[in-house]
Nanobody
Framework: QVQLVETGGGLVQAGGSLRLSCAAS????????MGWFRQAPGKERELVAR???????YYADSLKGRFTISRDNAKKTVYLQMNNLESEDTAVYYC????????????WGQGTQVTVSS
């Protein structure tokens, strides 16, 4: 089993930055693909970014250049650095984990709220 806990959300002004952290406990997640998702009110959950165990990254096209995903396997932690935040980035952000070759994310955190004021 894997438990995920997100921290780092909060209220920030447009143009500001936040860094989200996702701490994993339980079994090692060094081989897991870790993803950050977000869900805004009234919208479907969307993938923001993901990072493989080997460090390969993927970003949603609309977020390239503003968000950076990284991981520290020794600390069992995944990060999402968010810069130049916009009001449209307001959402609950979730961390999730899946073990390749599975495509379904089996483990999810409880989410952390990010609110960007304009």
């Amino acid at each position: 089993q894997v438990q995920l806990v997100e921290t780092g959300g909060g209220l920030v002004q447009a143009g500001g930055s936040l860094r989200l952290s996702c701490a994993a406990s339980g079994r090692s997640v060094s081989s897991y693909t870790m993803g950050w998702f977000r869900q805004a009110p009234g919208k479907e959950r969307e993938l923001v970014a993901r990072i493989t165990g080997g460090g390969a990254t993927y970003y949603a096209d609309s977020l390239k250049g503003r968000f950076t995903i990284s991981r520290d396997n020794a600390k069992k932690t995944v990060y999402l650095q968010m810069n130049n935040l916009e009001s449209e980035d307001t959402a609950v952000y979730y961390c999730a984990a899946r073990l390749p070759p599975l495509v379904r994310y089996d483990y999810w955190g409880q989410g952390t709220q990010v609110t960007v004021s304009s």
